[in-house]
């Protein structure tokens, strides 16, 4: 039993007590127990001193009665306030709980692959990017922001890239894969690519990913891979590792 629980059953059994207690001094102290005759009860009732006079105690112990039902009703009170305030901390436990279950299971998009076919005369170049949720709930990409560079001896360019076919919002369940494509708008007979093809130029695939989860809490994944001329893939480099970000 908690000490509140205790609290209010001594106060009810003190009530009930002193209920007892003048319902006794009635029964058998009271009025009706000192005299058969009512004016000479009344007139030994005057003369008696405070302490052994029936109204006296009676007005005491209707004092002690009402002092004792309001610390009791206020008892109830502090109870039903305590336990509201504990419902109250109850439910914030269990959204926090909620949170920290979401936050260790959240969904995390991450970059799994780039890869585009060789270049090959009169056939579009095509940027393959595979993502991946890595998490465990669900992960709804809401924007996706690609960009091809082409790196040279004499600076970098920007590979203008067609618009996205089509794409719409897509939920990726946790260990699910997704590609998107991007076609180049040069083809391959363009003089753009000839310095890539002599392996003189190099290419970087670089992008955002904006997802989010059953919460709708927004976070941007970002990549920026340069193409490798040994390991003919794209790699991490330094010159774009602060588009390398996981939120």
Same mark, same amino acid.
């Given at each position: 039993m908690q000490e509140a629980d205790r609290k209010l059953a001594w106060s009810a059994v003190f009530v009930?007590?002193?209920i007892a207690a003048e319902l006794s001094w009635f029964l058998f102290v009271g009025p009706a127990h000192h005299s058969a005759d009512a004016a !000479? $009860?009344? %007139?030994?009732q005057d003369n008696l001193p405070w302490w052994d006079s029936a109204a006296a105690w009676t007005a005491i112990f209707t004092c002690i009665l009402t002092a004792s039902t309001i610390g009791l009703w206020g008892q109830t009170k502090r109870l039903a306030e305590g336990a509201?305030?504990?419902? +109250? $901390?109850?439910? +914030?436990?269990? =959204?926090? =709980?909620q949170r920290e279950y979401? !936050? %260790?299971? @959240?969904?995390?998009? +991450?970059? @799994?692959?780039?890869?585009?076919p060789p270049i090959r005369r009169n056939v579009p170049v095509t940027f393959r990017i595979t993502i991946a949720n890595a998490g465990d709930n669900d992960a709804t990409i809401v924007a996706v922001a690609i960009g091809v560079n082409r790196n040279t001896e004499t600076g970098i360019f920007a590979v203008p890239l067609s618009p996205p076919h089509d794409e719409k919002k897509i939920t990726l369940k946790g260990g699910q894969l997704h590609t998107f494509y991007r076609d180049a708008v040069e083809n391959s007979e363009s003089t753009v690519w000839s310095g890539v093809l002599a392996d003189m130029d190099t290419l970087t695939v670089f992008g955002e990913i904006t997802y989010s989860d059953k919460n709708n809490i927004v976070r941007r994944t970002g990549f920026g891979r340069t193409w490798d001329k040994n390991? @003919? !893939?794209f790699r991490r480099s330094q010159t774009y590792a602060d588009f390398e970000y996981e939120d």
């Open positions: 009930l007590a002193v !000479a $009860q009344q %007139t030994d509201a305030d504990q419902s +109250k $901390q109850m439910a +914030k436990s269990l =959204a926090l =709980a979401d !936050a %260790t299971h @959240r969904p995390r998009i +991450k970059l @799994r692959n780039i890869g585009y390991l @003919r !893939a």
